[in-house]
């Protein structure tokens, strides 16, 4: 097979979204729409718990509280968070419908709150066949302590980013489908705000539109079927990502892997007759010095098994039709290096991709194999793996990817890899795993946290856990055994990026929504993608 695959056409899967995001600065109550969507929190607070809640709606235009003053008098409605009602033609309002969206305790709120709660509006609105809303921003005119918590440019950027993940849903092979897409999300601001940061805020709405769209591209990535999305589509589909948004992407399959001596990641793939994919993609920022890199270059590395039956140590029947999600991973560094090549920051970033099927066959790897890495470095062997348990193949491609990454240049290193039971085990649907060799990196991981929303929480790496992967015939195996699975598994990562400053995410409990959400469909979730963007961005 060659080592440049061929760019097709975009095909079921592949559309990002058709919305049109835009703000207007305008009076709430002289704004004509199908439907006007209004932010509401609980202002009850600790010293009055026991009471009833307080919705207050986050608006200085008295026509919307008029509007639904009996409402919330009758204490139906409790603004809790994602918690909605919605009145047909109320009075006062040219809007031909008024949704309330809640927010829970005012005191708690951030722009995340308000990130749910356009993905809760847009979702409410599909069902129904409506096709344009519009969203209220809250209004700072409101002056408490807690709106210098929901400032007008984060919120307007979390607000379009959660309409378009509400935006998206799963069911792209259905015959039947009906596009009940929302075409037209429009954000109101008061209407004085325009006099003075009207270019700041068009800046935070053209920002959520790439965070958005990003996402939603990882989203449709990781819905892809297996048999629609083999290591080589994955491929044509990065080129041509690449090729739209302006940025060098080479994609290579088994003949660079053995040149490159990858023994790691071509034990994973020798069991398919799906060949593999090594896909690098290259972000230069404009007016950088060419050669040598006076600062940092960004190494994003993501594993992306298009399918994982778990190999020759073959997974259970239940659920392995998920195993087409074992890719996301490798999809979120593709919508990361797709928004950086929109947003462009003044940092180098270099994106590895390791995409192959995990098979059983005649030519798969056995337990008890023993496998040769990637080398580290010029003229040095490469670590020998003793293959414990072949459905632990995510960290056998991370390997030589992270090796490759930095032999490229890459001075700082992340991964994302849905790579361990074990972690869902420990955090279960609601937090991602992060492991971290150097504080500096991890603390700007951290504080991108605040901004992008999603839920990771660091776990440990130690000695104690090496230990627990030294083989008795090479150098390293692939399991350390049940317990603390996902710290092993970072642990034989921690082995080849040696010194440099890496953080490793472990997204297998929440790349894939279990059950829909107000704000977001069951099916991919596109996790990572924000954080990554905004670790990014800190260099």
């Given at each position: 097979?060659p080592?440049r ?7 079921h ?8 995001a835009?703000?207007k ?10 439907l ?8 009850q607070t ?5 009471a009833?809640?307080?919705?207050v709606l986050l608006?200085?235009?008295?026509a ?10 009758s204490?139906?409605?409790?603004a ?11 009075a ?6 008024l ?6 305790k ?18 409410f ?10 969203f ?6 409101l002056?408490?302590?807690e709106f ?31 596009d ?12 004085d ?5 009207e ?28 048999n ?20 060098d ?16 990641f ?10 593999p ?9 404009k ?10 270059v ?20 239940d ?20 928004a ?9 970033v270099i994106a590895?991709?390791c ?8 030519t798969?790897q ?5 496998q040769t890495a990637?080398?580290l470095a010029?003229?040095?062997p ?13 960290r056998?491609?991370?390997a030589?990817?992270l ?7 890459a001075?700082h290193l ?20 992060v492991?971290s060799?150097?504080e ?14 999603e ?17 008795d015939?090479g ?6 055994g ?27 409990g ?11 469909a069951?099916g ?16």
């Amino acid at each position: 097979m060659p080592d440049r695959f061929l760019v097709r056409p975009a095909r079921h899967g592949e559309i990002i979204g058709n919305m049109k995001a835009q703000l207007k600065f305008a009076l709430l109550s002289e704004i004509q729409t199908e439907l006007l969507a209004v932010l509401a929190a609980d202002a009850q607070t600790a010293k009055d718990s026991g009471a009833k809640p307080q919705p207050v709606l986050l608006t200085a235009d008295p026509a919307v509280p008029a509007a639904v003053e009996a409402l919330l008098a009758s204490g139906e409605f409790k603004a809790g968070a994602n918690e909605t009602v919605l009145l047909h033609a109320p009075a006062g309002l040219a809007a031909k419908r008024l949704l309330l969206v809640g927010l829970g305790k005012l005191a708690k709120v951030t722009p995340n709150s308000v990130r749910s709660a356009a993905g809760t509006a847009v979702r409410f609105a599909k069902p129904r066949g409506i096709r344009e809303l519009v969203f209220a921003l809250p209004d700072p005119a409101l002056a408490s302590p807690e709106f210098t918590m929901l400032p007008p440019g984060p919120c307007i950027r979390a607000a379009v980013e959660g309409a378009f993940v509400g935006d998206f849903d799963p069911d792209t092979y259905r015959s039947d489908r009906k596009d009940q897409s929302v075409n037209s999300f429009t954000l109101a601001a008061p209407a004085d705000a325009g006099k003075t940061d009207e270019a700041a805020l068009k800046s935070a709405l053209a920002e959520g539109v790439i965070f958005g769209e990003s996402q939603n591209f990882t989203r449709s990535l990781v819905n892809e079927p297996g048999n629609k999305l083999t290591p080589a589509i994955l491929s044509r589909r990065a080129v041509q990502m690449a090729e739209e948004v302006g940025l060098d992407c080479r994609s290579f399959s088994t003949d660079k892997l053995h040149d490159l001596k990858m023994g790691a990641f071509w034990s994973v793939a020798q069991g398919s007759a799906e060949p593999p994919a090594l896909i690098v993609l290259r972000y230069e920022p404009k007016g950088m010095a060419q050669g040598p890199a006076p600062g940092p270059v960004l190494g994003l590395v993501g594993k992306a098994i298009t399918f994982d039956s778990g190999g020759i140590s073959i997974k259970p029947a239940d659920n392995m039709e998920k195993m087409k999600y074992d890719m996301a991973g490798g999809a979120a560094m593709l919508g990361v290096m797709r928004a950086i090549a929109l947003l462009k920051p003044k940092v180098r970033v270099i994106a590895v991709l390791c995409a192959a099927e995990n098979m059983p066959s005649g030519t798969a790897q056995k337990p008890g194999d023993v496998q040769t890495a990637m080398p580290l470095a010029a003229g040095k062997p490469g670590k020998t793996i003793e293959v414990i348990n072949t459905d632990a193949e995510g960290r056998m491609v991370l390997a030589d990817g992270l090796t490759y990454a930095r032999q490229l240049g890459a001075t700082h290193l992340i991964d994302a890899a849905t790579l361990t039971g074990a972690c869902v085990v420990a955090l279960g649907h609601v937090n991602a795993g992060v492991f971290s060799n150097d504080e500096e990196t991890y603390n700007k991981f951290s504080a991108a946290l605040a901004v992008s929303g999603e839920n990771f929480w660091r776990l440990p790496l130690g000695e104690e856990y090496a230990e627990l992967i030294k083989s008795d015939i090479g150098d390293i195996k692939n399991t350390g055994g049940r317990w603390g699975g996902a710290s092993t598994a970072a642990e034989f990562l921690r082995v080849f990026v040696e010194d440099t400053p890496w953080i490793h995410l472990d997204i297998a409990g929440v790349a894939w929504v279990e059950d829909s959400k107000p704000y977001i469909a069951k099916g991919p979730s596109g996790v990572a993608v924000r954080s990554i963007l905004e670790w990014v961005r800190s260099y």
